[in-house]
C-alpha cells in the first residue's frame, strides 16, 4: 500500500464531501426547468476584468496552499451547485448585466440578487463544510462543537434565503447600503459574500439560528472602475451604532475595514494567480492552526482596495 499523503487523505475527503453534497434538483424550481449546473459567485464577466489568462486564486489556494489546487480556472471560480441554468439565469440577470449599473431604479434589484447569491453560496459551502467534518465528529469534542455551530447558520442562512427570496418576489426596497463607491482603477481583488459581522464589537456576538444579521459585501472590477458596495438588510438595526462609527472615519479607513472583511470574513475572493501570491502569507493556516485560533485570527493584510494596487 502506498503512503497517504496529507494532500491524498485531503483529496479523497474532499472527494467523499463534494459527492455528499450533491443535490438532485434544482432548490428554485425542483427540477423542472432542467438539471443544475456550476453557478458562480463573482460573475464571469467581472472575473475576466482582472486576469488576462483567467486563472485565480481564492481563500482556499492562500490558507490550504499545501492541499488545495495552486490555482483556479474561471470555470472553477467560486461555483456552487443548487440550481439549474434556467433558475440560475433569470435569477441573476439584472446584476449580470453591467448597463442596469447605471439605471437607478435597479440598483434594490441589484442588490438582493446578490444578496440571494451570497445566501445560496453561503449554503452550498455549509453543507459541504458539514459532510467535510462529520467523519470527525465522533471522535473529537471539538470538531463536534465546530459541526454544531455551522448546523445553527445553516438554520438561520436558510431563513434568510427565504427572506431574499420575498424581497425578491415583493419587489420590496429592503438594503440599507452602508457604503457605495465607484472607484476610477481597477483593484486587484473581485469578491462577494455575506457574513454576520462580530469583529465591530466589544463583546462576542453569537449568531442564534434565527436571526443572523448577514452582512453583504461586493467588489466588482468593471473594465475601468470597480464597484465597492456594503449593505445589510434595513430591519438589522444590531449594526446601527457600528454604521455611525464607520461614517465618521475617512474614505481610506472605510476601505480599510471593508479589505479587512474581505480577507477575514469571505470565501469568495478572486486574484489573479501570479498576483500578491507573497503578499498574502499571513493567511496561510497549517496543521497546528487550531479551531479557536482561526475564528479568532487577526490578520494584517495590505489595503488592496487603494489606488496603489490599481490593475490595468
Ligand atoms: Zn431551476
Known sequence: MGKITIKGNYSELMKKALNNTEVKKCIVCDGIEGTIIDSHTVPQFILRNISLTHEYKSSYQFELPDVENEKLGIKKSGIFRLICGTCDTELFKTYETEKNYSIPCKEQRILAEIALKNALKKQYDLLLT???????????????????????????????IQRIWDILESGLEDYKIIYKKYLNYKTPVAAQGHFPYARGFEETYKPNECVIPWMNIAVLPFSNKTLVVLFTRNDNTIYEGWIKKFGEISENEKLDVINDMIFTELEDYFIDKDLMADDLLSLRLNDKTSMKEFFNRQIQINNYLEETYKIQ
Do not use: M, T
Open 130 to 160: 458539514l459532510n467535510l467534518l462529520e467523519p470527525g465528529i465522533e471522535k473529537h469534542k471539538e470538531v463536534k462543537k465546530v459541526f454544531d455551530y455551522y448546523v445553527s447558520i445553516l438554520y438561520a442562512n436558510d431563513n434568510e
